[in-house]
């Protein structure tokens, strides 16, 4: 394609002289292939036009830059020149690919908590009515029936055009992503038209980034206002979340579905749950149904609640979404408990964040009876450090033992990490045993068992690494614990 053609509908302030022909776009000077064109953009810890050199080196027939002295500077191809770098490259990939974006019904989840297991059940539900689907999240991205392991929980807007033409390839015809805070204020979604857009809630995370509250919440609600898109046609918003409550006092688009337990128009009532199956009445205003999944907690009510209105909002019937809950799977590294024959509840699940935390230790509190709950959990490096002593007091709170452990220490000082967290757990009077060795840590809470105890293994859910100063190492908590279960047989 020319370049010309590639730059449609771009604002490009200066075009440097003579044309290329090009069959691809990078943003990446490392992953440059004959024939892209690099679009060179500032970055926070770098800067692509340090590497438009490399880019050319490597095959590059364009660049595009958000630098006026690198147009300037100019090179051996030609150069154009645009205001925004990130929204640049947007444009250029759909141009490149074909708009994929345009032929895709594209559902989009935002929110602390909840998206990738609420995605993952709305791509069940949409599988279920045979719907050809393209699955975009933390864990895994799914072609219709291919599995990629994810880079991203939502990618950079040309990797996910490029998920999105061969989700078209391959006959997708749905498209359900995950938009984290980081996409949406980083414009990585730029275009992309989202027809069903979902809020599942909003508690603390991620401050290391957004720096306060307000902003992480303004982040994640650029999804309903459209991100260079018009806004979503369908808005889902969970009504018992108060930044939920919040996000219903805006202009919304054309059709608002709010959900809840204890508000909203799609409500559930007559909740019933305990270990893997979560039943309740749906009352819509186009009906009531029964719904019974195999899925397990309070927070499920809601990730359901939220995938069955999306589900609606994509022309499933109450009955097509009460028959597609009764065969849903549970998501990997979201409460699994981890197989045995010792009669021993050893759960894997994700929780993160104080209130997962809280939510998960008060899920085990109701299955465990009169026994213990065992929780095992750490803290993120590299990440918001104001969480850490808030997961410590909510992991002390609720538990009778707390066993302290890594989770991804990445650059920091592990024992800096485990100081912090402490501090929480030290403001409850909860028994804690300190372990950095995370293999070390959950053979201890495993063996501390007495009979009817649940131990918890916290924060790395389905992660299959352990990201230390020293390197990434493979590390899964199920299989661990599958192993100490193994030996103590
Ligand atoms: C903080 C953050 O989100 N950073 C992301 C962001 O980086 P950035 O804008 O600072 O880019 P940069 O690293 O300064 O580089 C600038 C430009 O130079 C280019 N470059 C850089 C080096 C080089 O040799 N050649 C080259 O061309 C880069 O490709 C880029 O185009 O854009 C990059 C390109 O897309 C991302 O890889 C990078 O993700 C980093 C690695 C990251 O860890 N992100 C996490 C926090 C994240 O995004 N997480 C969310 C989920 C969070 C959740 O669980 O809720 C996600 O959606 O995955
Ligand atoms: N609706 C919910 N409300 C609150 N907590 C939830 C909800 N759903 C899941 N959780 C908790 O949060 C953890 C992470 O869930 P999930 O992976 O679905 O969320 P996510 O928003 O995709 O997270 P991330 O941004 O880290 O990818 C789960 O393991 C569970 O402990
Ligand atoms: N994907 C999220 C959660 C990771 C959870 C935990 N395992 C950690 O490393 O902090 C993040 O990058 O913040
Ligand atoms: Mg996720």
Redesign the pocket.
């Known amino acids: 394609m020319l370049i010309d053609e590639a730059l449609a509908g771009i604002d490009v302030l200066e075009r440097g002289s003579g044309s290329a022909d090009v069959t691809g776009v990078q ?4 992953r440059v292939v004959a024939g892209d064109v690099f679009v060179a ?8 036009n340090r ?1 438009i050199e490399t880019a050319i080196a490597h095959g590059a027939r364009a660049i595009v830059t958000d630098s006026r002295e690198a147009w300037a500077a100019g090179g051996a191809v030609p150069f154009y020149l645009v205001g925004n770098g990130r929204r640049a490259l947007a444009g250029v990939a759909a141009n490149v690919f074909g708009h994929p974006e345009h032929v895709l019904k594209i559902s989009a989840v935002t929110g602390t908590n909840g998206k990738t297991t609420t995605a993952f059940l709305l791509e069940q539900m949409l599988k279920s009515v045979n719907r050809k689907c393209l699955l975009i999240g ?1 864990i895994e991205t799914h072609i219709g029936d291919e599995v990629r392991v994810s880079e ?3 990618p ?1 807007s040309r990797d996910l055009l490029a998920l999105f033409a061969d989700g078209v390839k391959a006959g997708c015809t749905e498209a359900v992503m995950e938009m ?4 949406l204020a ?1 414009e ?1 979604v730029w275009g992309v038209p989202v027809d069903v857009a979902m809020f599942t809630n909003l508690t603390q995370d ?1 401050l290391d ?1 957004h720096g306060t509250m307000e902003r992480y919440f303004q982040a994640k609600a650029r999804l309903f206002e459209g991100v260079g898109a018009e806004a979503p046609r369908v808005a889902v918003v969970n009504e018992d979340s108060p930044a939920g409550v919040w996000l219903l006092t805006r202009d919304l688009g054309p059709e608002v579905m709010s959900y809840g337990i204890n508000a909203g128009e799609f409500r559930a009532s007559k909740v019933a749950l305990s270990a893997g199956r979560t039943q309740f009445l749906w009352e819509t205003p186009y009906g009531a149904v029964q719904i019974d999944s195999p899925l397990t907690g309070k927070v499920n009510v809601y990730n359901l609640l939220a995938a069955s209105c999306a589900a609606m909002g994509r022309g499933l019937t109450l009955e097509e979404i009460a028959k597609a809950a009764q065969g849903l799977h549970q998501v990997p590294g979201r409460f699994q408990t981890v197989p045995n024959d010792l009669g021993i509840t050893v759960v894997v699940d994700y929780a993160h964040t104080d209130d997962a935390l809280r939510n998960l230790i008060g899920l085990a509190r109701e299955l465990v009876g009169k026994g213990r709950v065992i929780t095992l959990f750490g803290c993120g490096g590299d990440r918001d450090k104001t969480k850490r002593p808030k997961m410590g007091r909510a992991a002390g709170e609720g538990s009778d033992l707390v066993v302290l452990t890594n989770d991804n220490p990445r650059t920091e000082e592990p024992g800096a990490i485990l100081d912090e967290a402490l501090a929480g757990v030290r403001e409850t009077s909860v028994e804690c045993v300190v372990e950095p060795d995370r293999a070390t840590a959950i053979a201890l809470a495993i063996k501390a068992v007495k009979g009817g105890d649940i131990v918890l293994l916290a924060g790395k859910g389905h992660e299959k690494v352990q990201i230390l100063k020293t390197g990434t190492v493979p590390f899964d908590d199920a299989e661990v614990a599958a192993r100490v279960l193994r030996e103590i047989r």
């Open positions: 943003y990446d000077s490392r953009m500032k970055g926070e810890s770098s800067d692509g590497f933390t991203h929980t939502t950079e984290s805070s980081h996409a980083q990585r991620h980034y």
